[in-house]
């Protein structure tokens, strides 16, 4: 494969022209901007359409599938339809279902981690079988439609994208992200940094509080050696809320605090990261701050966001402190469960006499 077919810019499949989101070329000034929901559906039509019998089998699952809730950001062999098994066109609206997701941003993320394989293959001098960046797999769970329920996933080592639709409402998470190496220390592409928003962030939070105010946020000296809700089907986290409370810190710590929330909820386009801001605005100060390990670059360390609606979780403790894990979760809403659980109620209501 030559990876350029795939690793290429999105913006030509999502433009203008392709899926009808302007009018005819005398009405052009009024344009018609697309939802994300109708954006996912018609890219994942498209995806689908292209492929044939024996690779659609491979692609697609029931909505009520366990397989939906069946997340990992581990390398290791999955469901679903991997990139080598695409042709060129094919991976172009791969590209296209995976784009639809993810704010530019998220999206240079995300195909930077798959890249990011071609290293590991270097450095630990794999065949290609293990580090390969043409193994990640795509999942449709359902049909796609603007009404009725349907989902897609995008996942392979260190990226799991996962979205529900339901009656035309996107819900996005488990979202997962991760970088190794954190930082590239040889080879032509020496310095590159993937989630570096992610990383910076947390240690100015970090250093930007006072001394005491520290000790409440570092809840243990030693870093947890992973995300403490790993790949869970649900986010949860034992006991209350710990670390810092937001309600502590001054206006510039919180600042700090809000400006690495912001990283994470525009990894998504812009009326998905609406949605992300609006849990935050909605949590105001009933957030804590939490962090074990080092506080310096190159110690080990993790830190958490915990919000009643959301989390946040990075952790950089392996391999030297050369190799990131960051998640977004939503306490009740990964997998669309508060709105699947909303909609399945209202389409069992009786109805009225």
Same mark, same amino acid.
């Given at each position: 494969m030559?990876?350029?077919?795939f ?18 070329q005398?009405?052009s000034?009024h ?7 109708s954006?996912m559906?018609?890219?994942a039509?498209?995806f689908?359409?292209?492929?044939d019998?024996d690779?659609?089998a491979?692609?697609t ?8 809730l069946?997340?990992?950001f581990?390398?290791?062999?999955r ?5 080598r098994?695409?042709?060129p ?12 997701g ?8 995300a195909?930077?981690?798959?890249s ?7 450095i ?15 999942s449709?769970?359902g049909?796609?439609s ?19 639709m339901?009656?035309?409402t ?7 992200f ?6 590239v220390?040889?080879g032509?592409?020496?310095g590159?940094r ?9 240690l ?23 995300i ?11 006991? #209350?809320p710990?670390?810092l ?5 001054n ?9 690495l ?7 998504v386009?812009g ?27 190159g ?6 966001? #915990?919000?009643p ?24 809403g990964?997998?669309g469960e ?7 109620e209202a389409?069992?209501k009786?109805?009225?006499?």
């Amino acid at each position: 494969m030559k990876r350029r077919s795939f690793l290429g810019s999105s913006v030509a499949l999502l433009g203008t022209g392709m899926l009808g989101s302007s009018h005819s070329q005398e009405n052009s000034s009024h344009v018609h901007h697309v939802g994300a929901a109708s954006l996912m559906t018609e890219c994942a039509n498209r995806f689908l359409a292209a492929l044939d019998a024996d690779q659609r089998a491979k692609a697609t699952f029931t909505f009520d599938a366990d397989e939906r809730l069946n997340w990992h950001f581990i390398p290791k062999e999955r469901k679903g339809l991997p990139l080598r098994e695409m042709t060129p066109y094919q991976r172009h609206l791969a590209s296209a279902l995976l784009a639809a997701g993810l704010s530019q941003t998220g999206y240079i993320k995300a195909v930077t981690i798959m890249s990011l394989e071609d290293v590991l293959k270097m450095i630990e001098s794999d065949s290609g079988e293990r580090r390969n960046p043409e193994k990640y797999y795509f999942s449709v769970f359902g049909t796609p439609s603007d009404r009725g329920a349907w989902g897609y996933r995008v996942e392979g080592h260190h990226l799991s994208q996962n979205y529900t639709m339901v009656n035309g409402t996107v819900i996005d998470g488990p979202s997962f992200f991760g970088a190794n190496p954190a930082q590239v220390r040889q080879g032509p592409r020496k310095g590159l940094r993937t989630l570096a928003g992610e990383d910076d962030l947390g240690l100015e939070l970090i250093h930007a509080l006072d001394e005491e105010e520290r000790k409440m946020a570092i809840v243990d000296t030693t870093a947890y050696p992973d995300i403490l809700t790993a790949a869970s089907r649900k986010a949860a986290l034992q006991g #209350q809320p710990s670390g810092l409370s937001a309600s502590k810190m001054n206006g510039k710590q919180y600042d700090a605090l809000r400006a690495l929330m912001e990283e994470y909820a525009h990894n998504v386009p812009g009326e998905l990261a609406e949605g992300r801001m609006a849990q935050i605005d909605k949590a105001g100060k009933h957030i804590h701050f939490a962090w074990s390990g080092g506080i310096e670059r190159g110690d080990l360390r993790y830190y958490r966001v #915990q919000t009643p609606s959301f989390l946040i979780e990075l952790d950089d403790t392996q391999d030297g402190a050369n190799h990131i894990h960051s998640v977004w979760r939503d306490f009740s809403g990964d997998f669309g469960e508060d709105l699947l659980r909303q909609h399945y109620e209202a389409s069992h209501k009786p109805s009225s006499a």
